[in-house]
């Protein structure tokens, strides 16, 4: 079953330099239960492509549904079905871990008590327990990044849709990320995330999409594309996709 | 030291190419200041004009027979007088805004031509009180001059120069705290006014530039909460700041006049506190309403509170008219927003706001808090200001 679907998504806006293609007729689907990679450089178009499937921003034109409810037609309806997490952890500096979460959860429409049950849960899993009546600004930035995926979790959305999510984050935060990306994966949540991080794509994403100056350049499982271009490790593989579609990411000196 | 001059150049680098810098530094004061300054001055001249011209309307009690002081009075024009058989009934005159001044002439003829006991009675919070004394003591002074100057030219006696032997004695018919009523009605309607933008300001940007700055929004907007309930929210919350910290001025600024030496005994009742209220709340609406679109459409903190300055610098410049205007605004001037509200508190203060002025208030701050409501739901739903690049 597709639990996302993009198909011809452009995204257009206007600045003071003229007209500027943010997104330019992506198409992807990701099945449910499995985890969907945007790899690509900073400005390639990720964010603008999860913002529209987070109901922030209305496609130019395409269309993009969540469980099969429109995001343009029904944004209430895809809200309610999806965890967003942007690139920044969104977390109120002066509110404890206990009131972040319960807050999220009331406003996603959850009854006090079940709330509060969630947050308990959420807190456990995240190993936040300790730390649950301390300031957010107090917190480190991986207890903040792993208090901000627990936001997007606290009222059990089937569908994750997390920007760059290990963006910053020292190498024993950005594990402890992983893993519980995979957790959730492995719980039934279907995951969409984007990165820069080709390792990081290759580690966790069942498929992924090559994102470049607006448009999905090739697509597959990791393996497929790393076959495709003859890649040893996905750097390669992102810059020899790239050439293979006619473009020179590298610059001048071309790719690797 | 070189490396502090190589800081010093980038900072100033830095602040010439920001506008909002260059602006407020070179621009804001040459306008603003001139712009204050002259408004104070014209406040002041035309004040100052229209109590010069003004004709007191005097509230005449003669007890005895004063022929010459009643021909003179009637032969002058700086004063308005009418004559009252009774002290009582001319106070209850004056008290009603009958008149400016109430003159009681008691006739002593056992002490002579000059035998007069003389006594004025006025509202010293009143700026037309306070010119209609002058200029009764003006009139009384000339009057006894020439008495005085007849009954000597009737001894033979010419002098050059005299200083006329009378006394008049002044008492404040409002009571109990006029300094406490004279600040009360310059300054609370201005502070207060005042108070609920300073209330609003920081903590608006916070919440609506903030959320951007932190990169909360985009959590608030992915959550189920529709824009009307984010802006409704968010608003409220900037209502509750703005008026808690209004109450909070209000309190202080009645401390501190009652601390400067002041009685406030019965300079603000209940029922004015209610009508002043009754004006403030819509206000606050307004207000509120504004700071939650100017902070929602600013990309950082600062550059919201750059963008609301021009806002709490124009309420500085109503209070300022307000505080020095001419006359009392009436019926639809109390409808401009903000200026009409501080003028209404200022005439609750006197006792002399009403109803249908509290509507004009009304009829000005509600449509208006509503508009810029729907503008802000407008704007949450704009993502070229939500996520402007």
Redesign the interface.
Known sequence: MTAILAQDLVKT???RKGE?RAVDGISFQVASGEIYGLLGPNGAGKTTTL?IL?????PTSGRAQILGHDVVEAP?EV??R?G?H????????RLTPWETLLF?AR???LPREEAEARAVATLELLGLTELKDRKVGTLSTGERQKLSLG?CLIHDPPVLILDEPTFGLDVFVAKTVSELILRLKGEGHTILLSTHNMHLAAKLCDRVGIIWRGKVWAQGTPEELAARVGGVDFEQVFFRTLQAAGLSPGGANGVP | MKGALLLYRKELLQAVRDRRTVFMTLVFPVVFYPLLFGLMGDLIGRQEARLAELVPRVLVVIEGESPELVRALRQQTGLAPSFYGDLQAALAELRQGGGELVLRVVRLPERGELGYELTLYYDAASQEGQAAVAKARAFLEGFFRELTLARLAGMGIEPEEIEPPFSVQVVDVGGDGVMGRLLLAQLLPYFLVLSILSGALGFGAEITAGEKE???I??L??????REEIVAGKFLAILTVALVSTLVSGVGLLLGIRLFGASLAGSLSLAVAGWILAVLVPLAVVLSAAVLIVGSFARTQKEASVYLLPLYMLIILLGVSIMLGTGRPEGAALAVPVAGAMAAIRAALSGTLTPGELGWTFLSSVPLGAFLLWLSVHIYRS??V??R?
Do not use: N
């Open positions: 806006f206007r600045t500027v913002r987070a109901t922030l921003l209305t209430q809200r309610a999806i967003f942007a690139t920044e952890t969104g977390l109120y500096e999220f406003i996603f429409g936001r | 932190r990169g909360t985009a959590t907007l992915s959550s189920r909460l529709s993502e070229r939500l996520f690049i």
